[in-house]
């Protein structure tokens, strides 16, 4: 019988939380699986164990945070002449091999350099292979735990990180652009649940733009499901350009999104928000502009790509299939009316008496937002 088996990255290290993240990963994949089918998933000695051969959802473990690999395996009883024909089955017909067994389970009569001695002899009696331990092209897995064994010969790359859900919750302020996204994956990745908010401008956005918006947290929620709040930011936008001069009106933009941001994340229940702020790349993100716009939040505030190169990150939001839609044209709510120099050293005394002067219905905004699921 085939079976998936998954296998954690850094969950091991956890030590006493190791079952609460076991735990987590199952109930995540669980989720991610049901509406393929409901297979049996079980902890086992170190390993999560699905009873399904379903190529989709070798997909799906693809994609799921926190698993470093999993294989596709023949599951066998703990009995050598059935492990060896597992490993015969799964084994080239040329080229070179070897067998690396690992032994979980300690009470298994031989231990793992004997399996491997034994299981490479019956291989070469029947085909003509040869051993190569350095580097081989093809090595064939075993593992054994205490109720079974799993053989294969290939791994399915993971994308390793923490299963979502054991970091708790973040806001991740969305915009069309490529950063934004590599962002949010970066949340999941470490274990955040995401709740994704996205600020427009009902009259420059087209609906294509709205379009793109749920196009890229669908493709976010294919690593963990989403919420998406569409908040909308026109009258607070068009109260900003009657009352701050062109060259704040960035880092006002700005940091009101923040404290709308904030309003969410206090609604549910986040501890904090996520940007895809990038030191240096634009006017609005000097590290003086960066301190002004952050300083409006009650939460504090991450960027995790703040010291890639753009081509790193062009190149994880192709990885993560973002890319593809954040190219897509795109009318960003905040070059509206601003200023050709905007300041690059705003100060938090000066913005804050010229926000004294408007009033920006920040809490209607958010009563107003349409909120999403996603996965
Ligand atoms: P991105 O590629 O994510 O747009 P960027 O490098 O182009 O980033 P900006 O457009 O200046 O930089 O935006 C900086 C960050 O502010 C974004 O990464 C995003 O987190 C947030 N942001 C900007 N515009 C919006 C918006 N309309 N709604 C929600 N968040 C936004
Ligand atoms: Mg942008």
Sequence with gaps: MRVYVVHYSEIALKGKNRSYFEKKLVRNIKNKIKDIETPEIRREYGRIVIESDNPEIRRIL???????????????????????????????????????????????????????????EEI??????????????????????NRNAYV??????????????????????????IDSPVSAFMAMKRGAEVVAVHFF?????SPAVRRKIH????????????????VPFREIQLEII???PSDHRMVVYRRSMMRMASMIAEKEKAEGIFTGDNLGQVASQTLANMSVIYSA?????????????????????????????????????????????????????????????????????VGNAEVFEYG
């Design 297 to 365: 939040s009650k939460h504090p505030v991450f960027a995790p790509l703040i010291g890639l190169d753009k081509e790193e990150i062009v190149e994880l939001a192709k990885r993560i299939g973002t890319y593809e839609i954040s190219i897509q044209p795109y009318e960003d709510c905040c070059s509206l009316l601003v200023s050709k120099h905007p300041v690059t050293n705003a100060s938090l005394e000066d913005v804050e008496r010229m926000e004294e002067m408007c009033s920006l219905k920040e809490d209607r905004a």
């Design 62 to 120: 693809e994609k799921t945070p926190g698993i470093k690999y999993s294989a596709l395996a023949i599951m066998t009883d703990l009995e050598m002449d059935e492990i060896v024909r597992a490993a015969i089955d799964v084994s080239p017909n040329s080229g070179t091999f070897r067998v690396e067994t690992k032994r979980g389970f300690k009470e298994f009569p031989l231990n793992s350099v004997e399996v491997n001695r034994i299981v490479g």
């Design 152 to 177: 294969y010969s290939e791994r399915i790359d993971g994308i390793g990180g923490l299963p979502v859900g054991v970091s708790g919750r973040v806001i991740c302020l969305l915009s069309g652009g």
């Design 215 to 230: 196009d890229i947290a669908k493709r976010l929620s294919e690593f963990h499901r989403i919420k998406l709040y569409m």
């Design 201 to 205: 401008n009902s009259t420059i956005h």
């Design 242 to 244: 009657r009352c701050i």
């Design 124 to 145: 070469l009696k029947r085909k003509s292979l040869r051993v190569d331990l350095k580097n081989p092209e093809k090595t064939i897995y075993i593992e054994i735990s």
